[in-house]
């Protein structure tokens, strides 16, 4: 038998006021199936596009099968999530001519990324040929496509709350990488995941945003939140690394955000390299959070440049909802917004 102290700690049983899942060493499963599927439906529904021949739009989902869920083994998160979708849209004409048309996903799964999805785009039997087939394949398919990638990343942010419980001291054991099936030739979503060969040589079109934001906390509190880890776990409900120092390094959201501290100027300004893990390789944007003190309140300023053209939207709603809503809900700060 090992002495006090010695052996494996992992069955060292710590003291915890729940006794409920010691270290993290026991299988936790959460069921998302029920979550996914209103999620899968609120995402696509409704989703538009419009073009010179007429627009067309995501009308219903009459097929949703398949289950999701969110495992947590060792103090790793693990996510399947599987699913066959089939939609119907409806497409009108600048004549007011209306057609209808099916999409179909059927390898939404773990085990494909984003970009290896099949979206098979057509136009229902009996209909007459129309440019706006072609309007739905491209850019409808593309809508589709971010629709899709838009439920993992909730997936990932939103349901892994209590999934990693806190220790005897009150603070959650380390998290580990966050893994998924085993998957050939792939990158996997995750702060282990090795980068993909870098790219030289070839420039991409970027643009620029700015937000404003009023917080009901100092200035310094509100600085803090974004440099602390286990604050920031605490708004993003996930596993997160930072380094909260100039040139300290983070990564968000299993892996999905990461970036550089450049600049710290105490409870002022924050400056940091920053991107998504979909963006071309090593193509970071700069993200610049100014603080500004008005009384009982904090106006914070983003200037972000250098992201990649098409993103602006995404990136724009993420820092809405995955920093400034989920700072406000998880420590009170208000819910006044610009």
Known sequence: MAKWGEGDPRWIVEERADATNVNNWHWTERDVTGWST??????LLGLRVEGPEGS????????????????????KLIYFYEWNVKATWTGTSKTGIKYKGNIDV????????MDDLDISVVLCKDEPNTPLTEL??????KKVRAALGSYVGHLKSEFT????LPTANGAASKPQPSQTKVKVDKTQIGPSASAPPSSTGVKI???????KETFLTSPDELYRIFINQNMVQAFTHAAAVVDGEKGGTFQLLEGSVSGEFTELVPDEKIVMKWRFKT?????????????????????LKLECKDVP???????????????????????????RLY
């Open 38 to 43: 209103d999620k899968l439906k609120e995402l």
């Open 56 to 75: 067309c739009e995501v009308t219903d989902i009459p097929k949703l099968d398949g289950e999701a869920s969110i495992n947590n083994r060792k103090g």
């Open 106 to 113: 059927p390898n939404l799964s773990d085990e494909n990324d």
């Open 136 to 141: 739905m394949r491209n850019e409808g398919a």
């Open 161 to 164: 709350q209590g999934m990693i």
């Open 205 to 211: 079109s970027t643009c620029k945003f700015s937000l």
């Open 279 to 299: 963006w071309p390789c090593e193509h970071y944007a700069t993200i610049t959070l100014n603080m500004k003190d008005r009384g009982n309140e904090t106006e």
């Open 309 to 335: 053209t098409g993103e602006e939207d995404r990136t724009k709603e993420g820092w809405k909802r995955y920093y400034f809503e989920a700072i406000k809900q998880t420590f009170g700060f208000g819910a």
